[in-house]
Nanobody, 126 residues
């Protein structure tokens, strides 16, 4: 059983930065990478960013391109999400999830990911 633990959320003013981390308790060969999703109140969970462990595959949602950076530490089994130039519309609970299998579909949806973290709240004030 894989456990994912997120950290780094908090309250920040618009234009500020936060860095989220997601640590996996174990990493099997079949765990190809990790993804970040977010869910705001009353909205569906949406894709934010994803990366494979080698860093050769990285994908961002259009809404965060140029502001967020995803990275992976193979030694620590940890994935990071550096969030800069934060906007009030970035306010949500952020979740990380593990991706199994080699394929990375063009559109990444929650159903393609297994083992979710508990979520960390990010609040951006205007």
């Amino acid at each position: 059983q894989v456990q994912l633990v997120e950290s780094g959320g908090g309250l920040v003013q618009a234009g500020g930065s936060l860095r989220l981390a997601c640590a996996a308790s174990v990493r099997s060969i079949s765990m190809n990478g990790m993804g970040w999703f977010r869910q705001a109140p009353g909205k569906e969970r949406e894709f934010v960013a994803a990366i494979n462990w080698s860093g050769t595959y990285i994908k961002y949602a259009d809404s965060v391109k140029g502001r967020f950076t995803i990275s992976a530490d193979n030694v620590k089994n940890t994935v990071y999400l550096q969030m800069n130039s934060l906007k009030p519309e970035d306010t949500a609970v952020y979740y990380c999830a593990a991706k199994y299998g080699r394929s990375w579909p063009a559109i990444l949806i929650p159903a393609y990911f297994s083992y979710w973290g508990q979520g960390t709240q990010v609040t951006v004030s205007s």
